[in-house]
């Protein structure tokens, strides 16, 4: 089976601009989550989806949003960039015993 | 109190050795317990997961979880140069509810086996 996959895998951007990253899960999954990990303040939670629902949700501000589409892909958007959202993004797709959580490369996003 | 707590590293260990890294939780009602290796630059790789007490073994690495201690632990026996990694505890919450897709990660323990 391919593993998870995310576009774009590196994204420079300027403060105010937004952003989407993209995810595609382990084929039969229909969960994913989305985190994001920064030196400070490690993997956090951003949230989950399950059947095109958002089940689960972090403590993010608004800004950052996202969706699932029939075929499980999923995307994140954070609008509106700050310095501080720079960080690798990381998808995760859920299956299997125990619901275990399979991590994709991440997007390394650099907000100037 | 952090939800996931992991020993302080960075671990240092000589190569052959026993590696122990070690990770309590706050949530008594937490269901499963992740261990994930995360080299510089990579994202996490899942080593292995344990859901019951005592001790689960897959090749070098062994699981050990006591839920009265809310304590799970990773031993890496015959440690090697290629080891060397950050390891991420992570805990599941309870079933459903406000848990879904929702892993709680410690902060990591950088191991570093040296030749």
């Known amino acids: 089976k391919a593993g998870v996959t995310q576009t774009p895998r590196y994204l420079i951007k300027t403060r105010g601009q937004q952003v989407t990253l993209s995810c595609s899960p382990i084929s039969g999954h229909r969960s994913v989550s989305w985190y994001q990990q920064t030196p400070g303040q490690g993997l956090q939670f951003l949230f989950e989806y399950f059947s095109e629902t958002q089940r689960n949700k972090g403590n993010f501000p608004g800004r950052f949003s996202g969706r699932q589409f029939s075929n499980s892909r999923s995307e994140m958007n954070v609008s509106t960039l700050e310095l501080g959202d720079s960080a690798l993004y990381l998808c995760a797709s859920t299956g299997g015993e125990l619901e275990t959580q399979y991590f994709g490369p991440g997007t390394r996003l650099l907000v100037l | ?115």
């Open chain 2, 1 to 115: 109190q952090k939800e996931v707590e992991q020993n302080s590293g960075p671990l240092s260990v000589p190569e052959g050795a026993i590696a122990s890294l070690n990770c309590t939780y706050s949530d008594r009602g937490s269901q499963s317990f992740f261990w994930y290796r995360q080299y510089s630059g990579k994202s996490p790789e899942l080593i292995m997961f344990i859901y019951s007490n005592g001790d689960k073994e897959d090749g070098r690495f062994t699981a050990q979880l006591n839920k009265a201690s809310q304590y799970v632990s990773l031993l890496i026996r015959d440690s090697q140069p290629s080891d060397s990694a950050t390891y991420l505890c992570a805990v599941n919450g309870n079933a459903g509810g406000t848990s879904y897709g929702k892993l709680t990660f410690g902060q990591g323990t950088i191991l570093t086996v040296h030749p």
